[in-house]
């Protein structure tokens, strides 16, 4: 419908119309969609676009109450892509495939009840999964049928009644970690087996595995954030953290962001870490097309996580510790810190957490001096 606006011309003396659709949403409910346009011939276009536009939609797939699950998600996925790194995607990726779409993936939009979604919850607590990996499979979950409620696809969404999937009253076993005195025995392991393979082979390269591990347990930062570190990236006491490195993504090595805003941070360097890295800056500089580009761990390649993984063993096998996976080395770190009386705030910046309140949910089990601290409080006259 197409009506003048009474009293409303632009200077030029073009009348203004206002023009209304009625259409029918993919939720089923009858809504109508205003616009105003200058001059009747504009107008007459504007109705017919507009027309055109909301029967299309409302027959083609997207955007239909006929839509599935799947074809929510690649849209979903599209819209994502320039917002998210290349990484992000990929879990996305693998969190639909293995945690949603078998069950779901074909069933429409519109027909995911909460008694279907309840199902969906409890079948994945009965594979096994981890709590924080099904909290993740919900937050993706959750995002697709937000994204759907924001384009009218639905009227609301149901998971979001059920809420994430809750932590069970059990005892959480502590985080496996390395104390001073077992990673002191992993690194001379390591240390050794460096200066064995540069006697039989008169090559420096097995030396980048150990100065990784020492810069792990030393600066709480990520197998990626180490993995990508280069010489220039040195600034006097201070290691400058602005990229990450990524080897699962399809095609292969990719140097990308680090994993959020605030991972991008200055990580103080210890005495001891300053000796290691001058040393092993002396290895570098001997070998042919040194420069200060090269990768700090692998010199003109990177390391490889695989073989990260096997020295790990290799060197906690030989030691006599507890073999603990490249992550556990940054809570070994953030522990240590904790366990001397490190501040909090302080912690939290070294390792890159957006807060906090995020260092504290994971390690609050590791201040038994802010326990004490609170006893002496209660215990004063």
């Known amino acids: 419908m197409i009506k003048a606006v009474k009293g409303a011309k632009t200077k030029s003396g073009l009348q203004k119309y206002r023009v ?4 029918t949403a993919v939720t089923g409910e009858y809504k109508q969609l205003t616009r105003v346009a200058i001059g009747f011939e504009q107008a007459k276009l504007l109705e017919s676009t507009l027309t055109n536009e909301y029967r299309n939609r409302t027959k083609s797939g997207t955007g239909s ?9 690649a849209d979903f996925v599209k819209a994502k892509g320039l917002e998210v790194r290349e990484s992000t995607l990929q879990t996305y990726s693998f969190k639909y495939a293995e945690m949603i779409r078998p069950m779901l993936g074909n069933t429409r939009i519109d ?3 909460k008694s279907l979604l309840q199902d969906w919850k409890n079948g994945l607590g009965e594979k096994g999964y981890a709590l924080s990996t099904r909290q993740g499979a919900y937050r993706l979950f959750n995002g697709l049928l937000e994204y759907a409620t924001r384009l009218d696809y639905l009227p609301s969404n149901p998971l979001r009644a059920l809420g994430n999937f809750k932590e069970t009253l059990t005892v959480k076993p502590d985080k496996p970690v390395y104390t001073l005195a077992d990673f002191e025995r992993f690194i001379a392991a390591a240390r050794q087996a460096a200066q064995e393979y540069e006697e039989r082979h008169g ?6 595995f150990y100065v990784f591990f020492f810069l792990a347990f030393h600066t709480g930062m990520r197998r990626g954030e180490i993995l990508a570190l280069r010489w220039s990236d040195l600034d006097g006491g201070e290691i400058s953290v602005r990229r990450s490195v990524n080897q699962s993504l399809p095609g292969g090595e990719r140097e990308t962001a680090p994993k959020s805003l605030s991972s991008v941070r200055n990580v103080l360097i210890s005495d001891d870490l300053n000796r290691v890295l001058g040393e092993h800056r002396q290895r570098q500089e001997q070998v042919d097309g040194f420069s200060e580009g090269w990768r700090i761990c692998g010199g003109a390649r990177t390391l490889c996580k695989t073989l990260l993984g ?9 030691a006599g510790v507890h073999v603990i ?3 556990a080395q940054r809570h070994s770190y953030t522990t240590r810190l904790i366990a001397n009386g490190g501040d909090i705030q302080a912690i939290s910046e070294q390792l890159g957490h957006s807060n906090a309140t995020i260092t504290m949910a994971v390690y609050a089990h590791l201040l038994p001096h802010k326990r004490a601290e609170l006893l002496n409080v209660l215990n004063r006259k």
């Open 111 to 113: 027909r995911l009840s």
């Open 65 to 73: 109450a006929k839509l599935t699950l799947d074809g929510l998600y």
């Open 20 to 23: 209304r659709i009625n259409y």
């Open 203 to 208: 090559d420096y390269s097995e030396w980048a």
């Open 325 to 327: 996976n490249i992550h």
């Open 310 to 318: 096997r020295r790990s063993k290799k060197y906690a096998m030989a």
